[in-house]
């Protein structure tokens, strides 16, 4: 009898990250345990993937002897979804190797040689992802053991936000939330679904300026087999994985022209078809969008579409720069100060740190003051945090009544500094270190034009 009939999962993400030169077979025997496989060839679309917040748990299939580049991978890709759990898949190898055994005892919850005993891992997988399903929910525990309903804020700005947030919850209709980076944008997108009636549908996330252009309209709405030299299997795209649920889509204005088109069409129509198919699908989800860049603006310099701007412009959430809601900061460093605590010791800002945040134009706005607060707790020699723990420079604390305080050229200079920094810790790697500062390389290479840096 077989009981897998009985007892069939629902379907499950499962990402592979494959680091080998072999193919991964595993795809169809996973299938019928009710995995779906996530394969991903290449870090940034792995990335990609994990956006969509939907994976739990992640395969590696490494060889014998992991190279740094597959370790620092993985740390990044942690980093990224907490709470990721992961498996290794090895190539066959008795007695393992010093640096797989100090590789696989840190970053995996079990492994599995190759042949693969595909009904092993299975029950393998099953334990991960109910541990990852654990973990997950005790992230979030914590996460909003203080934080009300996401937005941290008492601010009449705040409120506000909060109410509109609530209201355009309640309708089916695609939203704009704009605000500039850090401000909370997908914190917005995310509680707008876990309040609407999609809640237990998927949330998918696109970072438009992510996504390389090449690859965006089968990234978009996916491929069928032979589609294009080197479609080899059919493809599901991010809009038909969105379906019954929420799509994201981030950093609109960095969408190609030729993109807006084909997503004018879908928003008209609620259909896609996939690339190289020939049958229409129809997609029943709530479009997000979010963007850092101001989008009349990019209409007016021709880089947007007028009629896609006003066919998204229906619902307007705005977030609030930090700098129009320094009233919160007190708050947010409270909080943050909590999160970050290690247990048994209590971190409290000096006064004067809290003077010098208060006087800050926080460039990075929440975000910023959430990382700034992270780091000066592992870094600070006492639990009294100052100034210099926190890495704040003022350069105008109390600008004299005659000095005309130049806003755009005092974000140009705070800019500079957060991107030289980057690129430096980076070894000069634009894409690690647009990642680290959590912005597309798109975002990035517009920035560094802006600050007039020479690479
Ligand atoms: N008002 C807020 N209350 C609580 N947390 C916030 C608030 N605003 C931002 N955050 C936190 O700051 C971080 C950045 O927020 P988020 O990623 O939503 O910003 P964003 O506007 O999407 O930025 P970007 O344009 O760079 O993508 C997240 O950890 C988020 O939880
Ligand atoms: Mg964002």
């Not at 990250?17 to 025997?29: K, M, P």
């Not at 998927?202 to 252009?213: E, K, S």
Request: aromatic fraction near 6%; charge should be neutral; charged fraction near 25%.
């Amino acid at each position: 009898m077989n009981d897998l009939k009985h007892s069939k999962p629902p379907i499950r993400e499962l990402l592979v990250l494959n680091f080998t030169n072999h193919d991964f077979q595993g795809e169809r025997e996973l299938k019928q345990f009710n995995w779906l496989c996530i394969q991903a060839d290449s870090f940034d679309c792995a990335l990609q993937y994990l956006n969509s917040n939907q994976i739990k748990i992640a395969i590696a299939i490494i060889s014998n002897s992991p190279t740094q580049k597959i370790l620092h991978a993985i740390n990044q890709l942690n980093d990224h979804q907490n709470g990721l759990v992961w498996i290794a898949i090895t190539e066959e190898t008795h007695p393992l190797d010093n640096k797989l055994t100090a590789c696989l005892s840190r970053y995996f919850v079990d492994y599995h040689h190759q042949p693969v005993d595909w009904k092993r891992l299975n029950h393998t997988l099953g334990h991960a992802y109910g541990m990852a399903v654990l973990k997950k929910s005790l992230h979030s525990n914590l996460q909003s053991k203080n934080h009300g309903n996401g937005l941290l804020g008492n601010s009449q700005l705040i409120k506000q936000l909060k109410t509109n947030l609530s209201k355009v919850a309640d309708s089916d209709e695609s939203v704009l939330i704009s605000g500039e980076t850090g401000t909370g944008k997908g914190l917005c997108a995310h509680l707008i679904h876990s309040q609407s009636r999609r809640e237990t549908g998927p949330f998918i996330t696109i970072n438009c300026g992510a996504l390389p252009q090449s690859l965006i309209h089968s990234e978009l709405f996916g491929h069928e087999k032979g589609a294009f030299t080197g479609a080899d299997k059919q493809y599901i795209g991010h809009i038909e994985r969105a379906n019954k649920g929420t799509l994201f889509l981030d950093e609109i204005g960095d969408l190609s022209l030729e993109s807006q088109v084909n997503l004018l069409q879908f928003l008209e129509e609620h259909i896609i078809e996939r690339l190289g198919g020939s049958r229409n699908i129809p997609i029943d989800c709530r479009i997000i969008f979010a963007s850092h860049v101001n989008l009349e603006a990019a209409v007016e310099e021709g880089r947007f579409r007028e009629d896609l701007y006003y066919r998204i412009n229906i619902l307007h959430l705005h977030a609030p720069s930090l700098r129009e809601h320094k009233e919160d900061i007190p708050l947010l460093a409270s909080e943050y100060l909590e999160l970050f605590n290690p247990e048994s010791r209590k971190y409290t800002l000096s006064p004067k740190a809290l003077d010098t945040m208060l006087a800050y134009e926080w460039p990075g706005n929440v975000r910023e003051l959430k990382n700034r607060i992270h780091r000066a707790i592992i870094m600070a020699n006492s639990e009294q945090l100052n100034a210099a723990d926190l890495g704040i420079k003022i350069t105008h604390i109390q600008p004299d009544v005659n000095d005309v305080v130049d806003l755009a050229q005092h974000r140009v200079e705070i800019d500079t500094e957060l991107l030289l920094d980057a690129i430096k810790r980076n070894n000069h790697n634009i894409s690690a270190a647009a990642r680290e500062l959590k912005i597309s390389r798109t975002t990035f290479y517009r920035l560094i034009k802006k600050c007039k840096i020479k690479l």
